[in-house]
């Protein structure tokens, strides 16, 4: 891939940007995915823009209870991937969330496990076919999950 020849933005996710995010989310995650309502804590929200295409984005849900942040996405299209899109992403949301706990839950063979240990996150409990209510039976994608903690 040749370097990009315009600038890549970064900003707060608006309502123009869903179709595209739920359109990558829908591809790469699972069908039905309906990101509308993050646009309840766009401050916890960062989308990443090519001139106006959507390479990537994520999402902090900022209160959880017991004083705690949930990342419940963080995905850079694969054509964008290797360029620090998505460490940048982690942490600015990390950062969104001052003093508390930040928590997610990953596939088992997702790459970007190891991206998460580099931020000190640390795996709590693996939980097997965490993922089976969400992916087509015969999706190729692992089942199992890891839930991770970045204690603050």
């Known amino acids: 891939m040749s370097p990009p020849s315009?600038?890549?933005?970064?900003?707060?996710?608006?309502?123009k940007h869903i179709p595209a995010m739920n359109q990558l989310a829908?591809?790469?995650?699972?069908?039905?995915?309906?990101?509308s309502e993050v646009l309840q804590y766009p401050d916890h929200t960062c989308v990443v823009l090519y001139r106006r295409l959507v390479v990537g984005f994520g999402?902090?849900?900022?209160?959880?209870?017991?004083n705690e942040?949930?990342?419940?996405?963080?995905?850079?299209?694969?054509?964008?991937?290797?360029a620090g899109i998505a460490t940048f992403l982690l942490y600015h949301l990390i950062q969104t969330c001052p003093g508390k706990d930040v928590t997610l839950h990953v596939s088992a063979t997702?790459?970007?496990?190891?991206?998460?240990?580099?931020?000190?996150?640390?795996?709590e409990e693996f939980l097997s076919n965490f993922y089976d209510k969400y992916l087509p039976h015969d999706s190729p994608v692992c089942k199992h999950a890891m839930f991770m903690r970045l204690g603050r």
């Open 110 to 123: 997702n790459p970007a496990l190891i991206l998460y240990q580099q931020f000190g996150f640390k795996v």
């Open 59 to 66: 999402v902090v849900v900022p209160d959880t209870g017991y």
């Open 69 to 82: 942040a949930y990342l419940s996405f963080l995905l850079v299209h694969p054509e964008w991937r290797r």
């Open 6 to 15: 315009a600038p890549i933005d970064f900003c707060y996710v608006t309502a």
């Open 26 to 35: 829908r591809h790469f995650f699972w069908p039905g995915i309906d990101l």
